[in-house]
């Protein structure tokens, strides 16, 4: 596995065994014992992940995460740390950091960010240009269903849009936050919001994400 990925990977799993199976997380209406199997099922079950993106596949999903929701929290987590078998695509160093380091970095602030004691984490700046760097990528997929033009500015005045239209909201933030504003975790990011004050509440409240 590669640096980023694996270090998220390993974040992620000391987080939700600290946190404990029944703690609550920033994905609604799961607890973490419910993100672990997500995270599992994902990796080991492609038969059933699918239905993270098909509707189709949905009833399968639901069913086979509730089958490993169901089993020993200590065994998830192992399976988390351990990672993905060696015949899974997320086995391969690439398809790993282009398909985990995003995914478990929001992951880990889902679990984080939910407790009441959390505190900032400041990220190195290599991996705030890697989260940029994705982020510019997939900025119209994620903003696809923002209601308003939505441009997202770095501090340093790099810029992406994540939306064409008017009226126009700028969020500004370090690359992790606005990571996690792009990616429906809006309440959580520690963001700043420039535009018309009805504009800004349509937002905050969009279903934003992939």
């Not at 974040?11 to 599992?40: I, K, N, Q, S």
């Not at 015949?87 to 929001?106: C, G, H, T, W």
């Not at 033009?149 to 370090?174: I, M, N, Q, S």
Request: glycine share 6%; hydrophobic share 40%.
């Amino acid at each position: 596995m590669s640096t980023h990925a694996k270090r998220e990977r390993l974040l992620l799993a000391d987080l939700l065994e600290a946190a404990g199976p029944e703690a609550r997380t920033l994905c609604e209406g799961w607890a973490c014992r419910d993100l672990a199997a997500h995270v599992v099922v994902r990796e080991r079950r492609p038969d059933a992940a699918g239905g993270l993106v098909l509707s189709v596949l949905k009833e399968r999903l639901e069913r086979v995460m509730a089958e490993y929701a169901a089993k020993p929290y200590e065994e998830l987590i192992q399976l988390i740390r351990t990672g993905p078998p060696k015949m899974s695509p997320y086995a391969l160093k690439p398809i790993d950091e282009a398909a985990n380091a995003v995914e478990f970095y929001v992951h880990a602030e889902d679990v984080r960010r939910a407790q009441p004691d959390w505190s900032p984490r400041e990220l190195d700046p290599v991996f705030s240009d890697v989260l940029w760097s994705r982020l510019e990528r997939m900025a119209r997929l994620t903003g696809r269903r923002s209601p308003v033009g939505l441009v997202l500015r770095r501090p340093d005045g790099r810029t992406a849009v994540a939306r064409k239209g008017a009226p126009v909201v700028t969020v500004t933030g370090e690359p992790g936050e606005l990571t996690l504003f792009c990616f429906g975790r809006q309440a959580a990011a520690q963001i700043d919001l420039e535009g018309e004050k009805p504009a800004i509440a349509a937002l905050t409240t969009a279903k934003l994400g992939l």
